[in-house]
């Protein structure tokens, strides 16, 4: 049983990282209804930052607000270059997420491993002081889950407070937040540097996760961001009260345990990405098919 | 939702307790593979085929798990975890991004990590712990001293290279290093994607170079029929890094032998799984041994004759 155990730990903690990025693009994609690149170019940041923190000496806990201020930074970027400039949406997240693959590589160099003899958050003296009796693992799982539940209560404190709402308004109804006198710019841009900031914070998590920053690590996190929403929103698309990011929390960790699957089924190995598929697309009709048989009960109800 | 995720959860407990059962006495071995490519591929056969020399049977002294990440860190990263989690008794990781990957997830349990084709273990951080391995550095040397014997009036040796590969980084350093001995100088053009390798060799082909010489870069490699088809067109010859790149019609290279290499390491690791040595005491090799290959159907096309020297010694690449 214990491998099992260690498998739903590890793949759990692999999602909570993860889901980070997926609050980033559940606030973009779904509230903003703004298709963001910069994820693919401002995750890798993160992780480069924190890279260059960590060889330094730096506290491993002082990597994570930096980083959230640098991925905060390409996020003010690509908005600015969108409301300022009037660059199309999609266009600005693919200047600034090009920009950050040489400024990327500028700030570490090269790709970058940190040793084992340099904490990580999950081996700092902090953790290991409540911790230190626990496995590694173990430690990666309630370090990562007690970071994701304080940014996901923060996140859904804030989308009720007078900015939050308005940010879901210019989503919605763009026109109501211009009859209210407020600039809907402004707040497309204030989205997109929450965005980016927790994008850069998972990017950072995964860096001291790995002990290794990669220039090509951002390449496709757009797409798995894009599908944890959808797979978490479609899975509680019956469930008014759910949170959207309880939704993205799920619907990365679900992405994560499909892999794992994936593995698991020990299929030749070129076929992965092919069952990734097959299970999301399983995952998405489900949740289609429990929608329309809610309506029709709803219907003869 | 709750079923979905009792499925889920069922269906990877039927894989994994099938996949444990196994006698004591008989080693498991993850091996992730980052992705499907020939080098790779012949490290992997030679690896498997380093163990048999050893005297190991597979079913009977050890099982293989493999895995391939399809060139995705995130996926390497849950193919070493899963390997952690099946307890495996020794990761074989082949390419950097599996072996960082396969490093963190044996920290904590302590498995023994052995690596193939990396070409600098200690840039990489591989060079202490309970890991070890092969790595693929590249001779340059040995390719300067071929390029000099077949062409000897060039002066200038093109290079193209991933500017974000630290593999590539260090081979050219080392290129401009050691040109100079041999009376070359480097012109060498750093791109950030594949799509960029046609451009830049359109402008290697312009600034005039005599020949061009590849790395073992992934983004260069895999364009390298493209590449072929400009400099045949310009009448400049390319020298491969391995005997792959010769069979696509490189003229010739200085290359390790990929396959020998992955056999080194079999070797290494059955010493580990036999309990002989212990991976944190041995020490990284690197293969000193190289081959001419070349492809004298591309030489000739080149008009370049094979000096006599090293007609003994080349091995015909072509695959035709």
């Given at each position: 049983m214990n491998v099992l155990l260690d498998l739903i730990i590890s793949t759990s903690t692999q999602g909570l990282i993860y889901a980070l990025l997926s609050f980033g693009v559940y606030i973009t994609y779904k509230i903003l209804d703004f298709p963001d690149l910069t994820v693919d170019g401002s995750f890798p940041l993160g992780a480069a930052v924190t890279a260059v923190m960590m060889t330094n000496g730096s506290n491993p806990w002082l990597t994570l607000p930096v980083s959230m201020a640098a991925g905060a930074l390409a996020g003010l970027t690509t908005g600015?270059?969108?409301?300022?400039?009037?660059?199309?949406?999609?266009?600005?997240?693919?200047?600034t997420m090009t920009a950050l693959f040489s400024i990327n590589l500028q700030i570490a160099g090269s790709n970058l491993i940190i040793n084992r003899d340099v904490d990580t958050i999950f081996t700092s003296a902090f953790v290991t002081s409540f911790l230190g009796s626990s496995s590694l693992i173990y430690r990666k799982l309630i370090v990562s889950l007690l970071i994701v539940i304080m940014v996901k209560v923060l996140l859904d404190l804030y989308f009720m407070t007078k900015s939050g709402l308005l940010l879901r308004a210019v989503g919605d109804n763009s026109v109501l937040v211009t009859s209210l006198a407020k600039d809907k710019g402004t707040v497309k841009i204030i989205g997109l540097v929450i965005s980016n900031a927790l994008v850069a914070l998972s990017g950072s998590i995964v860096c001291h996760e790995q002990r290794a920053f990669s220039s090509t690590m951002g390449t496709g996190q757009v797409v798995f961001g894009l599908a944890t929403v959808i797979i978490g929103t479609t899975i509680f698309q019956k469930f008014?009260?759910?949170?959207?990011?309880?939704?993205?929390?799920?619907?990365?960790?679900?992405?994560?345990?499909?892999?794992?699957?994936?593995?698991?089924?020990?299929?030749p190995a070129n076929l992965l990405k092919l069952i990734t598929a097959v299970l999301f697309l399983a995952i998405l009709v489900f949740g289609n098919y429990q929608k329309r048989h809610n309506a029709t009960l709803k219907q003869k109800g | 939702m709750k079923k979905l995720l009792a499925v889920l959860i069922m269906a990877t407990l039927a894989i994994s307790t099938a996949s444990c059962a196994g006698k004591d006495d008989v080693k498991s071995i993850g091996i992730s593979q980052f992705?499907?490519?020939?080098?790779?591929?012949?490290?992997?056969?030679?690896?498997?085929?380093?163990?048999a020399d050893a005297g190991l049977k597979e079913e009977e002294d050890f099982t293989i798990s493999y895995q391939n990440a399809g060139f995705d860190t995130a996926i390497a990263t849950q193919i070493a975890q899963n390997f952690s989690a099946n307890n495996v008794d020794l990761m074989c990781a082949i390419?950097?991004?599996?072996?960082?990957?396969?490093?963190?997830?044996?920290?904590?349990?302590?498995?023994?990590?052995?690596?193939?084709?990396?070409?600098?273990?200690?840039?990489?951080?591989?060079?202490?712990?309970?890991?070890?391995?092969?790595?693929?550095?590249?001779?340059?040397?040995?390719?300067?001293?071929?390029?000099?014997?077949?062409?000897?009036?060039?002066?200038?040796?093109?290079?193209?290279?991933?500017?974000?590969?630290?593999?590539?980084?260090?081979?050219?350093?080392?290129?401009?290093?050691?040109?100079?001995?041999?009376?070359?100088?480097?012109?060498?053009?750093?791109?950030?994607?594949?799509?960029?390798?046609?451009?830049?060799?359109?402008?290697?082909?312009?600034?005039?170079?005599?020949?061009?010489?590849?790395?073992t870069d992934n983004n260069v490699v895999g364009v390298l029929p493209s590449i072929l088809e400009k400099t045949n067109a310009a009448g400049i010859p390319v020298y491969g890094s391995e005997v792959e790149q010769v069979k696509k019609g490189c003229v010739a290279a200085a290359g390790i032998d990929y396959f020998r290499l992955g056999q080194k390491t079999g070797l290494m690791a059955a010493k580990i799984i036999t309990g002989e040595a212990e991976a944190s005491e041995m020490k990284y090799e690197t293969i000193s041994e190289y081959s001419i290959y070349i492809n004298s159907q591309a030489l000739e096309e080149m008009s370049i004759t094979l000096p006599d020297d090293l007609t003994g010694q080349a091995i015909e690449s072509s695959e035709n």
């Open positions: 600015l270059i969108h409301v300022k400039l009037k660059v199309r949406d999609l266009l600005a997240g693919i200047i008014d009260s759910v949170h959207g990011t309880t939704a993205a929390l799920i619907g990365s960790i679900i992405y994560k345990a499909c892999m794992q699957l994936a593995i698991s089924l020990g299929l | 992705g499907e490519h020939a080098s790779l591929d012949n490290c992997r056969e030679g690896f498997l085929q380093g163990l390419a950097t991004p599996s072996a960082t990957a396969a490093f963190a997830a044996a920290e904590d349990k302590d498995i023994p990590v052995i690596f193939t084709a990396i070409t600098d273990p200690v840039e990489a951080g591989l060079d202490s712990g309970n890991v070890t391995g092969t790595s693929d550095k590249l001779p340059v040397e040995a390719q300067l001293e071929l390029i000099r014997s077949m062409q000897p009036d060039a002066s200038t040796i093109g290079i193209l290279y991933t500017t974000s590969e630290p593999n590539s980084v260090s081979a050219i350093a080392e290129y401009e290093a050691k040109a100079g001995d041999f009376g070359f100088s480097i012109e060498a053009i750093g791109v950030t994607a594949q799509s960029e390798v046609t451009l830049a060799a359109d402008s290697l082909i312009a600034k005039n170079v005599d020949c061009f010489s590849n790395l």
